[in-house]
């Protein structure tokens, strides 16, 4: 069972994520991903792949920037720009050696590795839920993100895509997924990807819509995640949308918490947690009637797909 959307670096988890990670593990989640948001939070998620945490917990991370936090001037937005992508560049080991990986094995904890085939036929027998630190994992991303567009927010949708082009064309540089965020914002977004050059791989993270919103994303080949939306019984919708891609489309499916937003139904007034993860397995069994253990199994596998590992180093 993994978390792919968790934002450990914020209140409350950053400020006792020791405790946060080890209830997690004792509840079965063997991996999280992390998607950056601010060059503040970069550093932070840099540091994440070397002890005391990986001890705990194996720990991905993304660097991006989310449409939430962008500055409102616009003449903010270039520097801004020139500064992700002077990071990302600046974090390149090598860029014919990180492709060469990012396309093909995925080693693990024990030396072996794993291809998408390898994954989907044990996904417990894959990196995602391999366990211990890497002695060079420290300061590596996994995708580019978290980006997105938000029709939700005053921040100018034009600056918004512009944001979103500059981290699909980094994607695209070095053969990276992307993690989108929307809110509002699914046509747009459709658009923008259609727009764009990009043919890669990613997640729509917190996936809200109807089926054919999501079969156009899936003919993209991307991934959704699911996260608490589901738990909640008035979200008809969405539930109908997952049941259905649970049935025909099962290995597009990512689990998601988006720790600490999107509290689960009954937990409404408490931040969320990775270890509530649990939820999202239990909603989604409860709905298809396929076991907790083999959606924990095919989403791993899925996860294994999507996030090889990049050689990217610490800002």
């Not at 948001?37 to 989310?66: E, M, R």
């Not at 079969?215 to 919708?237: H, S, V």
């Amino acid at each position: 069972m993994i978390d792919s959307h968790c934002h450990l670096n914020l209140a409350p988890l950053e400020s006792n994520l020791t405790e946060v990670l080890r209830k997690a593990k004792q509840n079965g989640v063997k991996r999280i991903m992390v998607p950056g948001i601010t060059p503040a939070s970069w550093k932070v998620l840099s540091s994440y792949n070397s002890q005391p945490f990986c001890d705990i917990l194996p720990i991905d991370t993304a660097i991006g920037l989310h449409p939430y936090f962008l500055p409102k001037q616009r003449d903010e937005i270039p520097p801004l720009l020139k500064q992700f992508e002077e990071a990302v560049a600046g974090a390149v080991v090598n860029t014919k050696e990180s492709l060469s990986v990012g396309e093909g094995a995925l080693p693990n904890a024990q030396g072996c590795s794993s291809n998408a085939k390898g994954c989907s036929s044990n996904a417990q027998g894959c990196a995602p839920v391999a366990q211990g630190c890497s002695s060079n994992a420290k300061g590596f991303f996994s995708a580019i993100g978290e980006t997105g567009l938000d029709g939700h927010i005053p921040v100018d949708m034009n600056v918004q895509k512009q944001v979103l082009h500059a981290h699909l064309n980094i994607a695209d540089s070095f053969g990276l997924p992307v993690i989108l965020h929307h809110r509002k914002s699914h046509h747009l977004l459709l658009e923008a990807l259609k727009a764009s050059s990009f043919k890669g791989r990613g997640v729509v993270h917190a996936f809200s819509g109807s089926i054919d919103v999501a079969k156009r994303y899936i003919d993209r080949g991307f991934c959704l995640g699911i996260g608490g939306t589901i738990t909640y019984e008035r979200a008809k919708k969405t539930r109908d949308t997952v049941t259905y891609l649970l049935r025909h489309h099962p290995e597009h499916i990512l689990l998601e918490t988006d720790a600490p937003d999107m509290p689960m139904s009954g937990r409404q007034g408490q931040p969320n947690m990775p270890h509530y993860l649990t939820d999202v397995v239990a909603a989604l069994s409860g709905l298809s009637g396929i076991e907790p253990d083999e959606i924990k199994t095919i989403t791993s596998a899925n996860y294994a797909r999507l996030f090889k590992p990049s050689l990217f180093q610490t800002i």
